[in-house]
């Protein structure tokens, strides 16, 4: 079976652009998060989804967005990129988001110029 | 307040021994976790203890969990290159899937 995909794997934009990035949970899994994780430090929680509805959102701001689709796919938008933004992003899946085991992608590594 | 917090840096000779320890603060996480990242890579899921146990092993691996000191740990039996790695400990405050990380500890085996 497959894991967690995401796409593209590497990202590179200019301050102000846009960026969309997708996840792909596993099969039969309908809850998916995303984190952020800058370099040399843990990863942070952006935003979790479940059936289709937000459940959780981190401390981040509006520039942030997200959205989960019926076959529980997600994209990620950032608009109006920062420097800071630069970051490797990483989606996870779990069954539900009552505190199952979370399986994480391999990452949308984001370059910010 | 949310925070974990762990040691920067270990480093084991091949066949040690490794224990990585974390703190963490929200008393309401019913599961914690260990996370492993190897170089430009996600996490993968190592191993996970539910927030009434003790003790936890799996392996190689053990986990040991003091609930009244907020204290958790992981113990790498017979540790071996392919170990070496970022070593990541989460909690899940509320029951929820928002995971928060510590830092990580970045684990060095040398032969």
């Known amino acids: 079976d497959a894991g967690v995909t995401q796409s593209p794997t590497h990202l590179i934009k200019t301050r102000g652009q846009q960026v969309t990035l997708r996840c792909s949970p596993i099969s039969g899994h309908k809850s998916v998060s995303w984190y952020q994780q800058v370099l040399g430090q843990g990863p942070q929680f952006i935003f979790q989804y479940y059936e289709k509805e937000e459940r959780g959102r981190g401390n981040f701001p509006d520039r942030f967005s997200a959205r989960q689709f019926p076959n529980y796919s997600s994209e990620l938008n950032v608009n109006a990129l920062l420097l800071g933004d630069s970051a490797l992003y990483l989606c996870?899946?779990?069954?539900?988001?009552?505190?199952?085991?979370?399986?994480f992608g391999p990452g949308t590594r984001l370059t910010v110029l | 307040g949310e925070d974990v917090e762990q040691s920067l840096f270990l480093s084991v000779r091949e066949g040690d021994s490794s224990v990585i320890n974390c703190t963490y603060t929200?008393?309401?996480?019913?599961?914690l976790y260990w996370y492993k990242q190897e170089p430009g890579a996600g996490l993968q899921l190592l191993t996970y203890i539910f927030s009434n146990m003790d003790m936890k092993q799996d392996q190689r691996l053990t986990v040991l969990l003091n609930k009244k000191d907020k204290h958790l740990s992981l113990r790498i039996a017979d540790t071996q290159t392919g170990d070496s790695a970022i070593y990541f400990c989460?909690?899940?405050?509320?029951?929820?899937?928002?995971?928060?990380f510590g830092t990580g500890t970045r684990l060095q085996v040398f032969p």
């Open positions: 929200d008393s309401s996480s019913t599961y």
């Open positions: 996870a899946s779990s069954l539900d988001p009552w505190g199952n085991e979370q399986f």
């Open positions: 989460a909690e899940s405050p509320d029951n929820t899937d928002k995971l928060i």
